[in-house]
Structure formats: structure tokens, C-alpha cells
Nanobody, 126 residues
Framework: VQLQASGGGLVQAGDSLRLSCAAS????????MAWFRQAPGKEREYVAA????????LYADSVKGRFTISRDNAKNTVYLQMNNLKPEDTAVYYC????????????????????WGQGTQVTVSS
């Protein structure tokens, strides 16, 4: 399984970025996907998840209303649209994949995800 995250960069507060995660080596249309992030000196934290059909999503309170997760099963890609970025959003962003479950798209626990990408850096200046 390979998850290739891209789209990170250096932006100013209030700007937008769209992250992409291209997946291969798995049945993408049968995989729940999620984004996590890890800031320097902090633990990895959940950002957003989407179920394999794209019909169910869950967001961390810190990004709700600003970030949107979506997926294109025809392109084997999951996206994270990030609007109104804040300095506290600065982190390495990782995409992750797991098999579907009864709670697909509503699972923020990192241990449930068994495939991880390499991460893309997002830096937001004030």
C-alpha cells in the first residue's frame, strides 16, 4: 500500500490549501480514509475522516467549519480542503487508510488505521 500526500506549503493566516493523497496497492473504493497531523513536540492528532462511499465524515472540533474532506474513488484520491488557515494548523499532515467497519467514517483513533502516507508539511505564518 502506498499513500502519497501532497499539496502542503507555506501560507499566511487566512489562506487556503488543498491537500491530496493518492492511494495505490489497495482497494480504494473499499477503504475508509482519514487525515491526521502532527506539530513539532506534539502528539499526532486526528483531523478528519471519510467513509469508503464518501457519504460519512467526521471532523475534529478544531477544524470544523474550516476544513473539508472529500474523495474521488475514480482517481483513488482523498482530499483535504483547508480554508481560513491559522498558525496553529502548522503541522505535518498524514493521510491514512483502513478497512470499512460498522463505524466507517467516524473513527478518529489512529490505531484503527493500518496504512499511512509519508506526510506533507503545512506551515501557516501569522
Amino acid at each position: 500500500v502506498q499513500l502519497q500526500a501532497s499539496g502542503g506549503g507555506l501560507v499566511q493566516a487566512g489562506d487556503s490549501l488543498r491537500l491530496s493523497c493518492a492511494a495505490s496497492g489497495l482497494t480504494f473504493s473499499r477503504s475508509d480514509m482519514a487525515w491526521f497531523r502532527q506539530a513539532p513536540g506534539k502528539e499526532r492528532e486526528y483531523v478528519a475522516a471519510i467513509n469508503f462511499r464518501g457519504a460519512g465524515t467526521l471532523y475534529a472540533d478544531s477544524v470544523k467549519g474550516r476544513f473539508t474532506i472529500s474523495r474521488d474513488n475514480a482517481k483513488n484520491t482523498v482530499y483535504l480542503q483547508m480554508n481560513n488557515l491559522k498558525p496553529e494548523d502548522t503541522a505535518v499532515y498524514y493521510c491514512a487508510a483502513k478497512s470499512p467497519s460498522w463505524a466507517s467514517g467516524r473513527e478518529p483513533e489512529a490505531y484503527r488505521y493500518d496504512s499511512w502516507g509519508q506526510g506533507t508539511q503545512v506551515t501557516v505564518s501569522s
